[in-house]
């Protein structure tokens, strides 16, 4: 092949992948995404997880979410949770002291997540497992 085909189908390649990301763009930019945030005390499937965030109690100390899950043999409760308080997302404060909390596959386990503190402001609860998110607030 001769040094003008090649160049030649190259721009013509860059230009095919321009227009599909430009397209892509379109796509993106006019798509409708709505954030839906639960009750608390709405269950949630995520995978093979069924989760409900029972009460959300903001202490001096420290905000303590209390949570219902059951579906996975062994899993550690305290993944995958998710504390968004005053503009900042924090990960569960899990200590020597605090009771840990295991999952059953049939029956409901409840598990008390520690936060940091976050008093006097509003708080959203996030739970992530399997490609899917959920969010309660009270």
């Known amino acids: 092949m001769s040094t003008r085909k090649l160049i030649l189908t190259a721009l013509v390649c860059g230009l095919a992948i321009m227009l599909a990301g ?24 995520l995978g093979d997880m069924l989760v409900t965030v029972v009460s959300i109690d903001q202490k001096q100390d420290g ?8 579906g996975v043999e062994g899993a550690n409760g ?18 020597a002291d605090t009771e840990p909390c295991t999952t059953k596959v049939a029956q409901f386990v409840k598990c008390v997540v520690p936060f940091v503190a976050s008093s006097g402001s509003t708080v959203t609860v996030a739970y992530q497992r399997a490609d899917a998110q959920s969010q309660w607030a009270p």
């Open 63 to 70: 905000t303590f979410v209390t949570v219902s899950m059951r």
């Open 78 to 95: 305290f993944e995958g949770w998710k504390l968004l308080a005053n503009g900042e997302l924090s990960d569960p404060v899990v200590g």
């Open 22 to 45: 430009g397209f892509k763009l379109f796509q993106v930019a006019t798509e409708d995404v709505e954030a839906v945030v639960n009750d608390i005390g709405t269950e949630q499937v």
